[in-house]
């Protein structure tokens, strides 16, 4: 019996000021307010992370529009279609005979 009371007497003290200190704790949130101003900040926050997202999203379409229709891709793609038809060229010059291997 001893060492039943001896057993349970440290989880009844951790319940009592686990209990304790949750009372405590809600009345100073209560009196300061600490979870009503953290959710307004948490919404603001999201707030301005929305803002910022919209912002790069038109100021990167508007930066990819830029890009594709700018001289250096422009002269990328000639350089492309120039370098495409040389190895076309190339390709069609190429006779496969057998007994090659």
Avoid: Y
């Amino acid at each position: 019996m001893g060492t039943a009371i001896v057993a349970i007497g440290p989880v009844v003290a951790a319940l009592v000021v686990g209990v304790g200190l949750a009372i405590v704790l809600d009345m100073l949130d209560k009196h300061f307010g600490v979870t009503e101003k953290l959710g307004k900040l948490c919404e603001e926050g999201l707030d301005k992370l929305k803002t910022l997202t919209e912002s790069a999203k038109v100021a990167g379409a508007a930066t990819w529009h830029r890009l594709e229709n700018s001289g250096a891709v422009r002269d990328l793609s000639r350089a492309s279609q120039v370098s495409a038809d040389w190895v076309e060229r190339q390709a069609s010059m190429v006779r496969w005979e057998m007994g090659f291997l």
